[in-house]
């Protein structure tokens, strides 16, 4: 077989506020005639984890394990066709149809931003956070660096882009404890590697800079 079912729960793992699964009440509400989205990847997409979401409409249900028909006319995957019987667990379920009560949690990963410094994407580490008043709704206020920038890159904007806060929580997400902190307000990493506040931060040559 060319393709095979992507696990979701192992994409996860690996991104755990950015990568959505239906939580368990969800899942426990599937039954026949319910339409469930899963990730087929082909031979050339296993090592990228792309992929083709496609819903499948379930036909048989047995606690974990599925049987269903494909619903989609898929794109790339040739051996697949419309009403091709599939099979598939409780793993490879990526999306469904009903309202989930978690989806708040991740509205907030996925829409709330935070401005952050390229090197810490590069890096995928940061040691410093500043908290200013937002511009909008989504805005934060979030400033994140890795502690590492020097003066000419900290001046460029253009080192800056503004990303969802479930990505930084991918990197570290001890910074729970403090997300919810009013402006103004920053934060260091210390030597244990836990995030103090600094107290006497210069705000006045930052408002003014």
């Given at each position: 077989m060319s393709w095979e079912l992507d696990n979701v729960y192992d994409r996860n793992k690996e991104?755990?506020?950015?990568?959505?699964?239906?939580?368990?009440?969800?899942?426990?509400?599937?039954?026949?005639g319910d339409i469930v989205k899963l990730i087929f990847l082909g031979e050339s997409e296993k090592?990228?984890?792309?992929?083709?979401?496609?819903?499948v409409e379930i036909t048989e249900r047995n606690g974990e394990d599925f049987k269903g028909?494909?619903?989609?006319?898929?794109?790339?995957?040739?051996?697949?066709k419309v009403g091709q019987e599939v099979l598939f667990k409780v793993e490879h379920i990526c999306d469904t149809e009903y309202e989930d009560?978690?989806?708040?949690?991740?509205?907030?990963?996925?829409?709330?931003?935070?401005?952050?410094?390229?090197?810490?994407?590069?890096?995928?580490?940061?040691n410093f956070m500043l908290r200013d008043n937002p511009n909008n709704e989504q805005d934060s206020g979030w400033t994140v660096?890795?502690?590492?920038?020097?003066?000419d890159f900290l001046s460029?904007?253009?080192?800056?882009?503004?990303?969802s806060i479930g990505v930084i929580l991918n990197i570290d997400d001890s910074i729970l404890s403090i997300i919810?902190?009013?402006?103004?307000?920053?934060?260091?990493?210390?030597?244990?590697?836990?995030?103090?506040?600094?107290?006497?931060y210069d705000w006045d040559a930052y408002l003014n800079d």
């Open positions: 991104s755990p506020y950015t990568f959505y699964i239906p939580s368990k009440q969800v899942i426990a509400l599937l039954d026949i090592d990228g984890l792309a992929g083709e979401r496609m819903w028909l494909l619903t989609n006319e898929p794109y790339d995957l040739k051996e697949l009560p978690s989806s708040y949690e991740w509205d907030y990963y996925f829409d709330t931003k935070i401005m952050v410094s390229k090197d810490v994407l590069d890096r995928r580490e940061f660096l890795s502690g590492y920038e020097e003066d460029n904007s253009e080192n800056f882009q503004p990303i919810d902190e009013k402006p103004l307000c920053a934060f260091e990493r210390n030597k244990e590697g836990l995030f103090e506040e600094i107290d006497d």
